[in-house]
């Protein structure tokens, strides 16, 4: 939950020198002496008027997503302090113009060094009480390494001030990226509303505490795998306690993390995160720090030598329609990580030479939802899937979903059986041959052979390890 402060009080605006820079240039080498020129530490964003941002200071993110790039103004008629204030107004989801509004504000010059200072902050209010999705700074579509963003910010009729916490400050000695944010109607049934932003700044509070920083959700994550394969280390965040008790969640970028390994020789990890398996055999623990503290949660990596390529479709991409497989365009953009009550599934999407595969350990039961964008697989007659198991399967389950008309998302698909217009296709998978890879072929028929215009799941059940790849959808 975002931090907000219903105490009005006027900030005294921040007034700084402007510091003139003279270059010489003589076509000769920098001497050692010499010292780089720093940055303007601006605080300013908005108060009146725009402080130092770009011609169109909101730049919003790209139409062809559904952005809707016309909702947003300078208002003089409300405002927290002084006579203006942002001015933005959500869109409802069939709007002709975009069904949600984002964007970012840039810093017009080369950056501003952020280190002294320990928050973004700005006055907030709403039309109504509904959330704004997401905000934050480090976003200026160049680099964005250093974004942080918050999620779910309550709205109120009256001004609230929000803190965002900067995760470590001493990252931003150059920043471009002084706001983002995107709001939708997800909180309002579709209904469009409108909210203002003022007083728009970084800040130094002094007040904010780090609470715990965390990768991979704060889990410690075993990962039996292969040489050559890349793992990406994500869910990372950090959470601050504020001045009035208060914890809020922040979104932080891989930037603001440093990753160690235990054993180079077995996996290395970079900046961004990304885990590579070098090692035929051992073991290697995976962990970061932002600044001096040690995040909660790991990637233990035990490397079980070179992996078999999975076997390559040979289908005319004409007669398929693609789940996950590199051999073809994808329809769908998976979620392999619904995170299911009571489930005990732990999945990694994994690269092996430029190939993907999902791979899973101690599955009980999970899910690879495509809900949002499901698939009208009427033609289609079988599903492909192959699968990889490492040491003997008991067996596996796959409950291909037909999500019905209705599409009831939260009750429809995860509740172990179909329910209403809901139809599934079970099959179970046994005699898979361990250390290699095994093609199973599911046929679409029975209860789903005549529902299948709204595939939005495949359930898995049983392993409890195995590998999956090439899941498509065919017909012969």
């Known amino acids: 939950m975002i931090n907000v402060i219903s105490k009005k009080s006027c900030l005294s605006g ?40 770009t011609d169109a200071f909101f730049e919003s ?21 002084g006579s203006s204030s942002i001015r933005i107004d959500v869109p409802a989801p069939n709007d002709p113009n975009g069904g949600y509004i984002g964007g970012i504000f840039r810093d017009r010059g080369q950056g501003r060094n952020l280190t002294g200072y320990d928050a973004l902050t700005f006055w907030v209010k709403g039309s109504t009480t509904a959330t704004i999705g997401t905000a934050g700074f480090g976003v200026d579509f160049v680099n964005n390494k250093y974004s942080a963003t918050v999620d779910n910010i309550q709205l109120s009729t009256n001004w609230r001030k929000v803190v965002i916490p ?20 997800d909180s309002t049934n579709g209904q469009g509303y409108t909210f203002w932003i003022d007083e728009l700044r970084f800040e130094k509070l002094g007040t904010n505490a780090l609470v715990q920083a965390y990768i991979l959700n704060s889990q410690n994550i075993v990962s039996n795998t292969y040489t050559g394969s ?20 922040v979104n932080a ?9 235990s054993n180079n020789n077995v996996a290395n990890v970079s900046e961004q995160g990304v885990v590579n398996v070098v090692g035929l055999s051992g073991a290697a623990v995976i962990t970061a720090k932002l600044g001096s503290q040690l995040a909660q949660g790991s990637l233990t990596i035990n490397s079980n030598g070179n992996f078999p390529q999975s076997p390559t479709p040979t289908r005319p991409a004409s007669n ?3 789940i996950f497989s590199n051999a073809y365009t994808n329809a769908v953009a998976p979620n392999f990580t619904p995170g299911f009550g009571g489930s005990s599934t732990v999945t990694t999407i994994d690269s092996f030479n430029g190939n993907q595969i999902a ?46 008309a209705n599409q009831q998302i939260e009750t ?9 217009d809901d139809r599934d296709k079970r099959f179970t998978a046994t005699g898979l041959i361990p250390g290699q890879w095994n093609t199973v072929t599911i046929p679409l028929d029975g209860n789903i052979a005549t529902q299948k215009n709204n595939l939005g799941a495949i359930i898995l059940v049983g392993g409890p390890n195995f590998i999956l790849d090439n899941i498509y959808l065919y017909f012969l």
Not at 61 to 81: I, L, M, Q
Not at 169 to 174: D, E, F, H, N, W
């Open 166 to 185: 900067i995760p470590d400050a001493s990252k931003l000695t150059q920043e471009r990226g002084m706001f983002i944010f995107s709001a939708g109607t």
């Open 253 to 261: 970028a891989y930037g603001y993390f440093d990753f160690m390994s």
């Open 61 to 81: 993110f790209d139409p062809a997503t559904g952005a809707n790039p016309t909702g947003f103004n300078t208002d003089n008629e409300v405002s927290y302090v």
């Open 359 to 404: 791979s899973y350990t101690t599955n009980n039961f999970t899910g690879i939802m495509f809900v949002e964008t499901p698939i009208n697989a009427t033609a289609m007659t079988f599903m492909n899937v192959d699968v990889f198991v490492p040491t003997a399967a008991t067996s596996i389950e796959f409950q291909i979903r037909d999500i019905g």
């Open 412 to 420: 429809n698909v995860n509740n172990g059986n179909p329910t209403g």
């Open 230 to 249: 890349t793992q990406n280390i994500n869910q990372i965040g950090s959470i601050f306690n504020l001045s009035n008790g208060q914890n809020v969640s």
């Open 320 to 322: 398929v329609i693609s």
């Open 14 to 53: 921040l007034a700084f020198m402007a510091l003139s820079f003279l270059v010489l240039s003589c076509e000769r080498d920098v001497s050692d002496d010499s010292v780089l020129a720093s940055f303007p530490s601006t605080a300013d964003i908005f108060t009146d008027a725009p402080v130092g941002l």
